[in-house]
């Protein structure tokens, strides 16, 4: 075992991530003594037995800087029946941009450990990695013109029903 520059990595589910009390206090010293190398967001419904998310914590001894990667892996995974699984390209894209450690869209951010102080040492990763998406605009004429064609559609139909009960005597 390295002690001087040793790595390791914890999975914690999400909410170790942010929670006060004791456990804000244990991330602020792991931040402030720069111990804490990443943090990587899984999907739900990954770990047999449990359907909630988790997140890889990364530790590192004798960082040459004070940042941390926040990874958002959390949509990148193959549905399966009873749990969710990372494929092969979804663990190559994590490994990938953990090592080069630098920002991608919408998927990983470098933060620094300032930033993470200005959040209170919350390491909620939707806090560094914006995934929002602006919602489709909405065509409100043409929803109208499609539900006049589908009631048109529905009269032609009730009239035909009407006529097919009136030659049976319904």
Known sequence: MDTVKGRVGVVVPNGVLFR??????????????????????????LFYGTPIAAAILIFKRNK??????????????????????????????IVATY???LPVHKYAVV?????MAENDYNLNISRYVDIFEEEKEIDLK????????????LTAVQSKLDNYLAELKI
Do not use: C
Not at 37 to 42: F, P, Y
Not at 111 to 115: D, F, R, S
């Open 20 to 45: 006060k009390s004791s456990e804000g206090a244990i991330r602020q010293k792991l931040i402030e003594e720069n111990l804490l190398d990443a943090v990587i967001g899984l999907p739900a419904n």
């Open 64 to 93: 040459p800087d004070d940042t941390v990667i926040f990874i958002d892996a959390s949509l990148e995974f193959a549905e399966g029946t009873n749990q969710n699984r990372l494929r092969a390209e979804d663990i190559e894209k």
């Open 99 to 101: 090592w080069a450690r």
């Open 111 to 115: 933060a620094t450990q300032k930033e």
């Open 142 to 153: 043409a929803v109208q013109h499609e539900i006049a064609q589908i009631e048109q559609n």
